[in-house]
């Protein structure tokens, strides 16, 4: 079976006042089907970036990236963004939300974007699912920083995507709550089948995931099995 996600010699460069910066170099990686897979680093070690480029909201500079099937380095802005609609969902530390639309509308809004027939109905499944039957009519700003993240996990899944990234879904979380939404992420992970990939600076929780790449200077120096493989 290919892989879900496909990195060949992929390197990022941006530019910046004092010049070009190169944040990713020569990354190749390939994640297979229903995979968790951990990226780790140091700040600055790329690990975002590779996050961005596999979610094609960032263009590689060079090198190949493959999405169960679709080369995004040849897309243009409107064509990676129907693949990543069909094929991907991604729950931000930051939670991005849409502050004037309820928890409901919040999960709605990629179903209704793609057609979906019934995408209330859905929505306030999916927020069932993740244990927010009670807060659908509820805005962001009534809501607590876990239960955003709750909403924002259950609009990442509306559209069972194959591919699940994670940009440090914990960051803005206690220990307490953080645990609890990487309980849920982990378990819809594994119910929908989804390949899995998490950028962390918590050991912990990489040790969660099958996989884990270390990242340093914009390239992976280490590639392992983590506790749960």
């Given amino acids: 079976m290919p892989p879900v996600a496909s990195l060949a010699n992929v390197s990022l460069t941006l530019t910046s006042r004092a010049g070009p910066v190169n944040v990713l170099r020569e990354v190749s990686l390939d994640v297979a089907g229903g995979q968790s897979l951990a990226i780790v680093g140091p700040s600055g070690s790329g690990k975002t970036s590779l996050l961005m480029v596999l979610a094609g909201l960032e263009r590689a500079t060079s090198g190949r990236v493959n999405i169960n099937g679709a080369d995004l380095t040849v897309l243009d802005e409107d064509a990676r963004a129907r693949v990543r609609a069909a094929n991907i969902g991604i729950v931000f530390q930051a939670f991005h939300l849409v502050p004037s639309m309820t928890a409901l509308d919040n999960v709605a809004l990629?179903?209704?974007?793609?057609?979906?027939?019934?995408?209330?109905?859905?929505?306030?499944?999916?927020?069932?699912?993740?244990?927010?039957?009670?807060?659908?009519?509820?805005?962001?700003?009534?809501?607590?920083?876990?239960?955003?993240?709750?909403?924002?996990?259950?609009?990442?899944?509306?559209?069972?995507?194959?591919?699940?990234?994670?940009?440090?879904?914990?960051?803005?979380?206690?220990?307490?709550t953080g645990k609890q939404v990487i309980d849920i992420l982990f378990g819809l992970q594994r119910r929908n089948g989804a390949t899995l990939v998490l950028v962390t600076h918590d050991e912990k929780l990489a040790h969660l995931c099958e996989r884990t790449i270390h990242m340093a200077d914009g390239r992976i120096v280490a590639d392992r099995a983590g506790l749960a493989a």
Avoid at 117 to 144: C, F, I, N, Q
Avoid at 146 to 151: N, Y
Avoid at 161 to 170: G, S, V, Y
């Fill in 110 to 176: 990629p179903l209704q974007f793609a057609g979906r027939a019934g995408a209330d109905a859905t929505a306030a499944r999916l927020l069932t699912d993740v244990g927010l039957a009670d807060r659908v009519s509820h805005y962001p700003a009534e809501l607590s920083g876990g239960e955003q993240q709750r909403v924002a996990l259950a609009r990442a899944i509306a559209l069972s995507p194959k591919l699940l990234l994670a940009d440090e879904p914990t960051g803005n979380l206690d220990g307490a």
